[in-house]
T-cell receptor, first 114, second 112 residues
Framework: EAQVTQNPRYLITVTGKKLTVTCSQN?????MSWYRQDPGLGLRQIYY???????DKGDVPEGYKVSRKEKRNFPLILESPSPNQTSLYFC?????????????FGPGTRLTVL | DAKTTQPPSMDCAEGRAANLPCNHS???????VYWYRQIHSQGPQYIIH???NNETNEMASLIITEDRKSSTLILPHATLRDTAVYYC?????????????FGKGTTLSVSS
């Protein structure tokens, strides 16, 4: 089954404790990205990657890092989480092929930073 | 900013057709209309997209006006599981793979 998986699904942590949220897709997609969703602000892109070893900032990259060492994986790293990073996070992937560029989203990771 | 305008909410009786409108009066010739939905706190789900012709798939139909300034997503027989926020997004062909710009969407409530 074609899917995007994220782990963990829920995470409660404390300020300053480094964490990684994993994302993996099994569709051989070129493009992957991370969004965060906050009440009243909608979905906003954090980082995206157009291919292996190619990443770029989205609209709200501050406080986050990503890496794309393999095509299927795109982990989101919070080196020193802060309470304002409490949010619902989604990973997404797409083929990037024009005319059929549908994005597939993971189930989400609900992060709480105390 | 989103290039689309949608009503904030709509109601629909189970089994009836749900018709969700979207205005995109500034749409360009190379921009498609995409529809996604998000069921409470789940990841957004692709529904359908089109350029100028009407489109139908197993989930829904998309009707685009001749001038392409508006469109309607039709769920032919809405069920309780169709209760979700529906997003209409316009997107150029050369933006493939880049961020989707989600507006506020329409919250569709399907009731029995």
């Amino acid at each position: 089954e074609a899917q995007v998986t994220q782990n963990p699904r829920y995470l409660i942590t404390v300020t300053g404790k480094k964490l990684t949220v994993t994302c993996s897709q099994n569709m051989n997609h070129e493009y992957m990205s991370w969004y965060r969703q906050d009440p009243g602000l909608g979905l906003r892109q954090i980082y995206y990657s157009m291919n292996v070893e190619v990443t770029d900032k989205g609209d709200v990259p501050e406080g986050y890092k990503v890496s794309r060492k393999e095509k299927r994986n795109f982990p989101l790293i919070l080196e020193s989480p802060s309470p304002n990073q409490t949010s619902l996070y989604f990973c997404a992937s797409s083929s990037g092929i024009m005319y059929t560029d549908t994005q597939y989203f993971g189930p989400g990771t609900r992060l709480t930073v105390l | 900013d989103a290039k689309t305008t949608q009503p904030p909410s709509m109601d629909c009786a189970e089994g009836r057709a749900a018709n969700l409108p979207c205005n995109h009066s500034t749409i360009s010739g190379n921009e498609y209309v995409y529809w996604y939905r998000q069921i409470h706190s789940q990841g957004p789900q692709y529904i359908i997209h089109g350029l100028k012709n009407n489109e139908t798939n197993e989930m829904a139909s998309l009707i685009i006006t001749e001038d392409r300034k508006s469109s309607t997503l039709i769920l032919p027989h809405a069920t309780l599981r169709d209760t979700a926020v529906y997003y209409c997004i316009v997107r150029a062909v050369n933006q493939a793979g880049t961020a989707l710009i989600f507006g506020k969407g329409t919250t569709l409530s399907v009731s029995s």
